[in-house]
């Protein structure tokens, strides 16, 4: 048997399928790989096997300062709402935990059939915002800064003159919130999860709403500011 002939043989079936049989393979055939991006975080709540090796290089959650209209689109609702004096306002950018939203939010989607996103606030100490923006809320946390009455999960409110008063300090953070709302029902003080078909508890008055997962929230920016009918 000739082997030489087998080859032309077997390069003329692949001219007849359209596949070049040399080193260049046809492109049709044998696409190039696509490059993948890979984005760096060093957040502590996020698992060490899915870490790249050269992450601890990188930080964890980037501040941006807002001036202008940017201040100004944050500032406003929150000036206007009570009596107080801003400081200074960032924006907080932690790729980790937006994908880790996005993703939720999808979930929730499909769960749910809807999901909406609102804007809400949670005051603390500002000795607290470092934490939260490189790991977010925990919810594990409830109420030891003021109880749990609607439920132990983390709390935010739409009115930024309610959430000030969970914060004792004359200097305080407010945390401009991105919150996952599918459904809510009122929650009470003993609900360690909101009842099935559910995955937000809030009050009555629906000043107060609770979430009980993580990623259901992302802290978008930070607000340093103080509260001027204390200090008076």
Not at 45 to 67: A, M
Request: glycine share 4%; charged share 30%.
């Amino acid at each position: 048997m000739s082997y030489s002939r087998g080859v032309e043989d077997l390069d003329n079936a692949f001219k007849r399928m359209g596949i070049s049989a040399s080193n260049k393979y046809n492109k049709n055939y044998f696409p190039k790989s696509k490059p993948v991006l890979i984005y760096y975080n060093k957040s502590e709540n996020k698992p060490s096997w899915v870490r790249h090796p050269h992450e601890e290089e990188e930080d964890s959650f980037i501040w941006k300062e807002l001036t202008g209209r940017k201040f100004e689109k944050i500032a406003g609702p929150i000036s206007n709402d009570y009596d107080i004096s801003i400081s200074e306002i960032y924006k907080n950018t932690n790729k980790y935990l937006e994908r880790q939203y996005k993703l939720k939010k999808q979930k929730r989607k499909a769960v749910f059939g809807f999901c909406e996103e609102r804007i809400m606030y949670h005051a603390t100490d500002p000795d607290n915002v470092d934490e939260i923006c490189s790991n977010n809320f925990n919810w594990r946390l409830s109420g030891q800064s003021r109880g749990h009455k609607y439920g132990y999960g983390v709390s935010f409110t739409p009115e930024p003159s309610f959430s000030h008063q969970f914060c004792k300090e004359i200097e305080k953070a407010l945390v401009v919130t991105k919150v996952l709302i599918c459904k809510s029902q009122i929650g009470s003080k003993d609900m360690i999860l909101p009842s099935k078909g559910f995955d937000t508890t809030r009050s009555k008055s629906k000043k107060v709403f609770v979430k009980f997962e993580d990623s259901e929230f992302y802290p978008a920016y930070v607000v340093f500011y103080t509260d001027d009918s204390e200090s008076e």
